[in-house]
């Protein structure tokens, strides 16, 4: 009983100590280490330790509000870069949601663009116990599919090459969903975006639940990686437009992650935005009521 109780006081003390050490590591680490391209915001969007870089390009605070216009989902592990907005969920090394705002000149083709040129890229503002790796992905299977659409944001190589930041990245499977279902839906969004005033588009994962053998509810998902990097079960797009006459218009997809049929059409994923609100603990546009919207999609 004795070497118990020794024991259970040894561990606990080594875990007391442990997780100062992981804490201390960790500030370190926030302090010195900034991915260029980008801005951290805290619980007021405050500017915090930015480095500089030829290459990228820092967002200045009006091309932040420009996004973000509409109100931020959550404000956990915010990072902005030129075009796009994220929330990082650590536990998961996956993003909780991505903030893109369109318009049709930034959806507008530039043929010096090439993805080609373009390679997926660690987060380097993350610390290592919590950021995704390229090795995570490698024979898992499963595509590093973006979140941000990298064909979103062709405007100029810079802009493309951030879509390619892990943080923005999470694992989709590959022939029939990201390169297709989901692929057909991005490309639905840029096709709104060259024909109205202004598109906003929150992306992210879901974790749903499933009945089991046992009859009970179960969310149970697969992990890549030596990161232990989550495998959504579904993932959530929700899109306002404001069209050129200022009125606005609301569309959410919920699509399950997994090889969807071609004869599926896109609106068979439409769901009520506060499915996806209830799904995901976040509540999105929170700046532009349902009454704001002349017209609910169906």
């Not at 442990?18 to 980008?38: A, Q, V």
């Not at 898992?140 to 990298?150: C, E, I, P, T, V």
């Not at 009970?216 to 050129?244: C, M, R």
């Not at 599926?264 to 935005?273: E, T």
């Amino acid at each position: 009983m004795t070497i118990k109780c020794v024991t259970s006081v040894v561990v606990g003390v080594s875990s007391f100590f442990l997780g100062i050490w992981i804490d201390r590591k960790y500030r370190e680490h926030n302090i010195s280490h900034r991915i260029p391209g980008f801005k951290i915001f805290d619980a007021v969007y405050a500017e915090s330790n930015v480095v500089n870089n030829q290459q990228l390009v820092i967002n200045n605070e009006q091309r932040v509000s420009q996004i973000m216009k509409y109100g931020f989902p959550s404000l956990d592990n915010v990072r902005s870069y030129n075009n796009f907005v994220l929330s990082y969920d650590q536990r998961n090394r996956i993003p909780h949601w991505v903030l893109e705002h369109l318009t049709p000149e930034s959806v507008q083709y530039n043929p010096k663009v090439d993805r080609a040129l373009c390679d997926f890229f660690e987060d380097t503002s993350i610390h290592e116990f919590f950021r995704a790796t390229n090795k995570d992905y490698k024979h898992s299977g499963f595509d590093r599919g973006h979140l941000a659409a990298a064909g979103n944001h062709k405007a100029s190589q810079e802009l493309v090459n951030q879509t390619f930041v892990l943080s923005n990245i999470a694992p989709q499977v590959g022939k029939g969903f990201n390169r297709d279902a989901w692929n057909d839906l991005e490309k639905y969004v840029r096709k709104k975006a060259k024909n109205n005033k202004n598109v906003y588009i929150c992306s992210g994962p879901l974790f749903l639940p499933k009945k089991g053998d046992d009859g009970k509810l179960w969310i149970k998902y697969q992990v890549i990686g030596d990161n232990h990097v989550a495998v959504p079960t579904h993932f959530y797009k929700i899109i306002v437009t404001e069209s050129n006459k200022s009125q606005f218009y609301l569309e959410c997809y919920v699509m399950p992650n997994q090889v969807i049929p071609n004869n599926i059409p896109l609106k068979d994923f439409q769901m009520p935005l506060e499915v996806i609100e209830r799904a995901s603990g976040l509540q999105f546009f929170k700046r532009l009521t349902l009454d704001k919207f002349i017209k609910l999609e169906k």
